[in-house]
């Protein structure tokens, strides 16, 4: 499966944004999905994954509260809704399609390319 992330940019600290990760050459109901991000100089870090039978849904802390994530009916784009965005969110956002939630299934997987979030007033 091929992932194309986008929905990036710039929005100001309590703002709202809204990641896309769209897949290719299959559906994603074979593949959990998450999302991890890096910050610059930072390491890249899980933020949040959703199984493949798109029921459950897992979340970091430092996300819990604010982001959604899900997927369409059609199993073929997951989502991340970022609500209440902080300066602390700004990062690189990516996509990964694996075997299950854990970090060790995702690293494994198959990644898109990042899109960057920008926090900043």
């Known amino acids: 499966v091929q992932l194309q992330a986008s929905g990036g940019g710039l929005v100001q600290p309590g703002g709202s944004l809204r990641l896309s990760c769209a897949a290719s050459g299959s559906t994603l109901d074979d593949y959990a999905i998450g999302w991890f991000r890096q910050a610059p100089e930072k390491k890249r870090e899980i933020v949040s994954c959703?199984?493949?039978?798109?029921?459950?849904?897992y979340y970091e802390d430092p996300v819990k509260g604010r982001f959604t994530i899900s997927r369409n009916h059609a199993a073929t784009t997951v989502y991340l809704q970022m609500n209440s965005l902080k300066p602390d969110d700004t990062a690189v956002y990516y996509c990964a399609a694996g075997d299950g939630c854990s970090e060790y299934d995702l690293e494994r997987g198959s990644w898109g390319q990042g899109t960057l979030v920008t926090v900043s007033s």
């Open positions: 959703i199984s493949s039978d798109g029921i459950s849904t």
